[in-house]
């Protein structure tokens, strides 16, 4: 009786010690999401928001599993640019797992539908609000607020440090570092922190596989200057209008001399209709295959 008793007692610890290693190696059930105001239906697959403090700042962020194969989809962290927008825009404008219907009556929540291009198709994303002081993201210390672009890398990258202990079940997924507009900044900046932590040793260690930028903000004399070249070489301008636009404007846009501004404004008209209607702004379809391609690790 004395050795069933010790049998039953080991087997209840080891069942004990089972059941913590689950808890700990899941997501934080706390975190999850189950409902969203003007969406009456099912989630397409689990959502998950919440805080990580880094620094005394609370970075908010909201995490949409794959809808694909959660278990070996990448993971992929999303940064709206500004600086200073939310990457919340990210996840109801762009390509998150809703969309908004189209009019609603005065006075009444929108009502949310599902977007058949969601990057959440193909991927595990997460939506990250920051510097501290953008959208939902911020602190109790208001000198928290100044930052720069470096600072920004390092508290996003103990962010993620944080985030994936949370998530552990995500780490070894392959890790996509994506975003747009001065987020061109941020993603590479990031990048490189990433891979100096991996190089230290840093844990856990992130399984970064490469970064994702959309119009992205680089320089602002390098960007201002590559825009004529670049619409030009792309066959966006004829060769008239980028020889007019060159002899008007020269080659340094921040600083036509004043005696040409009027002629460069002039010459620069017919650049913006010949090219403005070439690449519209908003698919979803063609970015969703390229999204999916990219992360895939397929020829684009």
């Not at 880094?54 to 962290?77: C, H, M, Q, W």
């Not at 193909?122 to 959208?135: E, F, Q, T």
């Not at 020889?243 to 846009?253: K, R």
């Amino acid at each position: 009786m004395a050795a069933m008793a010790k049998f039953s007692v080991l087997s209840l610890c080891c069942m004990l010690f089972v059941s913590l290693v689950v808890i700990i190696k899941a997501a934080p059930q706390s975190s999850l999401v189950t409902h969203l105001p003007g969406f009456n239906a099912a989630f397409p697959s689990k959502h998950y928001s919440g805080y990580i403090t880094i620094d005394g700042k609370n970075l908010f962020y909201y995490f949409v599993v794959s809808e694909r194969n959660p278990a070996t989809d990448p993971v992929v962290l999303w940064l709206n640019g500004g600086p200073g927008c939310s990457s919340f825009d990210g996840f109801v404008y762009e390509h998150g797992p809703f969309n908004f219907a189209e009019g609603k009556p005065k006075g009444a929540l929108p009502v949310l539908h599902l977007n058949p291009y969601s990057w959440s198709k193909v991927s595990n994303i997460i939506y990250l609000d920051s510097p501290a002081g953008v959208g939902f993201s911020y602190s109790q210390n208001q000198t928290k607020y100044i930052t720069g672009d470096i600072q920004t890398a390092l508290d996003t990258h103990a962010f993620l440090l944080q985030w994936f202990q949370q998530f552990p079940e995500f780490q070894p997924n392959p890790l996509y570092i994506s975003g747009e507009s001065y987020a061109g900044v941020y993603v590479p900046t990031l990048a490189s922190q990433i891979a100096k932590g991996i190089n230290k040793g840093t844990k856990p260690t992130l399984n970064l596989k490469g970064y994702l930028v959309g119009n992205g903000v680089t320089d602002r004399r390098f960007d201002a200057n590559a825009l004529v070249p670049f619409a030009h070489g792309m066959a966006l301008i004829s060769e008239k209008i980028f020889q007019e636009v060159v002899a008007a404007c020269g080659t340094d846009l921040l600083n036509v001399p004043p005696s040409n501004r009027s002629l460069c404004q002039e010459k620069f008209q017919p650049l913006d209709r010949g090219a403005g209607h070439t690449v519209p702004e908003y698919k979803p379809r063609e970015a969703l295959d390229f999204f999916q391609r990219f992360v895939g690790g397929k020829r684009i």
